[in-house]
Nanobody, 115 residues
Framework: QVQLVESGGGLAQDGGSLRLSCAAS????????MGWYRQAPGKERELVAV???????VYVDSVKGRFTISRDNGKNTVYLQMNSLKPEDTAVYYC?????????WGQGTQVTVSS
């Protein structure tokens, strides 16, 4: 069983920045890829960014150039640096880890961007 603990959410102003962290209970060397998803009220959960074990990254178009996903293997932690935040980025952000056919989720952290 893999435990994921997110932190770093909160309130930011339009144009501000926040950094989310996701600490895994296992070595992230064993994780195929890790990602961040978000779910806004009344909307489906959507992929925001993914980073593979090899360091390749994928972003949803709406955050390209503003968000950066990274990983610190020594700390078993994945980060999401969010810059130039917009009110439409408001959502609960979830960390996800994929190990072979298994998927694990964190409890979520709220990000609210005020206009």
């Amino acid at each position: 069983q893999v435990q994921l603990v997110e932190s770093g959410g909160g309130l930011a102003q339009d144009g501000g920045s926040l950094r989310l962290s996701c600490a895994a209970s296992v070595s992230i060397f064993s994780i195929n890829h890790m990602g961040w998803y978000r779910q806004a009220p009344g909307k489906e959960r959507e992929l925001v960014a993914v980073i593979t074990s090899g360091g390749n990254t994928v972003y949803v178009d709406s955050v390209k150039g503003r968000f950066t996903i990274s990983r610190d293997n020594g700390k078993n932690t994945v980060y999401l640096q969010m810059n130039s935040l917009k009110p439409e980025d408001t959502a609960v952000y979830y960390c996800n880890a994929a190990i072979n056919q298994y998927r694990y989720w964190g409890q979520g952290t709220q990000v609210t961007v005020s206009s």
